[in-house]
């Protein structure tokens, strides 16, 4: 039946009608904090043109506040990256159990048992010196295997020092499977792996980049990350994580990558997280302090929309002032 039957607008009349029929709500409980902790030492940034509150370097007393006040305001789970003072070939710092990520992730649990989840990324880029995301041959191409056995002891030192869960970024192939293996046979059956599984060479990482100390010093990631045309393969990627092993699947960018967020969630079946990534926060800030749009309306409407898109899980740079303007 069709107009003048059908009249799409009779239930977007009122506010009551509207919040009646609404498909979509937004939880602070689904959303993730990132946190980035520097060791004392570590190389300082220059400040960019954007204020940007949300990629600052943290000591790891800062971040025990962050995350404080992330649990005081309802948010599920903060993600923690470390900026160590020291780098080398093979991003030994990624794998000690004193490393900055390890010391943050035990004084979290320590001083917040209550919550919220902390999830530990797992890769080498920010501590190897010449920032890529495995060991690097002479030539520069990336060794994919011999980076497996460096992720796999990465993640059981950080489930050691008690993180709730684990998040590989590498895209290396075979390392959900890899990080299941290891975690298992040191008893840490119970440790959930949140794989990047359809993670593309984006130009929205900048920010992260600078933040994290993490931009590659030759060359580019695409030999490993995804090319931003290839949806059948992002799909192919989370299918293999999901026999390896992983318990969620995610998808990195978000707002370029709907599509990717929906057919992930048909496909598995699986919680998808959805990671709003630095360079989307910095659109949104930069957008927002040149006063050409309003930034809670403008982020409370892309929030909805991983949502909508099948996200049950979204990290965003936005947590905080999210859950406050949901609250
Ligand atoms: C580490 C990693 C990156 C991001 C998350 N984990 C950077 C990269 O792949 O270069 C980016 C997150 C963001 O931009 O917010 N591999």
Known sequence: MAYPNTRMRRLRASAGLRGLVRETGLRAEQLVLPLFVAEAGAPSVPEGPLELPALTRLSISGAIERAREAAEMGIGAVIVFGVPAQKDAEGTGAYDDEGIVQLTVRALKQALPGGPLVITDVCLCEYTDHGHCGVVHEGGSIDNDATLELLARTAVSHARAGADMVAPS????????????????????????????????????????????????????????????????????????????????????????????????????????????????????????AGALDEGKAVLEILTSLARAGADTIITYHALDAARWLA
């Open 170 to 289: 590498d895209m290396m192939d075979g390392r959900v499977g890899a990080l299941r293996a290891e975690l298992d046979s040191e008893g840490f059956t119970d440790t959930p792996i949140l794989a990047y599984s359809a993670k593309f060479a984006s130009a929205f990482y900048g920010p992260f980049r600078d933040a994290a100390g993490s931009a590659p010093a030759f060359g580019d990631r695409r030999s490993y990350q995804l090319d931003p045309a290839n949806g059948a393969q992002a799909l192919r990627e989370a299918v293999l994580d999901v026999g390896e092993g992983a318990d969620m699947l995610m998808v990195k960018p978000a707002l370029a990558y709907g599509d990717l967020i929906a057919a992930v969630k048909r496909e598995t079946g699986l919680p998808v997280a959805a990671y709003n990534v630095s360079g989307e926060y910095a659109m949104v800030r930069a957008a927002a302090a």
